[in-house]
């Protein structure tokens, strides 16, 4: 089985992620034991953001760092065992996880849940976090 890092390579769908990813240093950290829960915005996700900001972004490796870990929840929760509320993130910070009408992590919609990797699994958001 792939692991977080390699599984979301694969899908091909998270190109800006994994270089987002690399950029922060952060790639050992989710091919290590985990387990971990990674809330992985898409291309498209990213591409929300306005691309003077996400290349700052992608330079400030501090603050990448704070973004990337802000989707990353440690243990290895699955869609049916979400409940909402407050979550502990990587990061430090709360996300805010609801579940009517679909899950959702701070408004962010699940469009995929439940992607298994060996080290923990994966659910697919629509919408990039930034911490607070």
């Known amino acids: 089985a792939k692991d977080i890092v390699d599984t979301a390579v694969a899908a091909g769908s ?24 990674v809330f992985a915005p898409t291309d498209d996700a990213f591409a929300k953001i306005p691309k003077a900001d996400l290349d700052a972004l992608l ?6 760092t704070a973004v990337l870990t802000y989707h990353v929840v440690p ?15 990587v990061q430090g910070s ?19 849940a439940d992607v298994k990797a060996s080290n923990g699994v994966i659910h697919v958001i629509d919408t990039v976090l930034m911490p607070k």
């Not at 290895?76 to 502990?88: E, S």
């Not at 709360?94 to 995929?112: F, I, R, S, Y």
Request: proline share 2%.
């Open 94 to 112: 709360d996300v805010t996880l609801a579940t009517t009408g679909g899950v959702t992590v701070n408004g962010a919609k699940v469009v995929k």
């Open 14 to 37: 998270f190109k800006t992620l994994a270089a987002a990813l690399q950029a922060a240093d952060l790639v050992d950290t989710l091919k290590g034991k985990g387990p971990f829960t």
């Open 75 to 89: 243990g290895t929760v699955m869609a049916k065992d979400v409940k909402a509320g407050m979550v502990k993130t």
């Open 59 to 64: 330079k400030d490796k501090a603050k990448l």
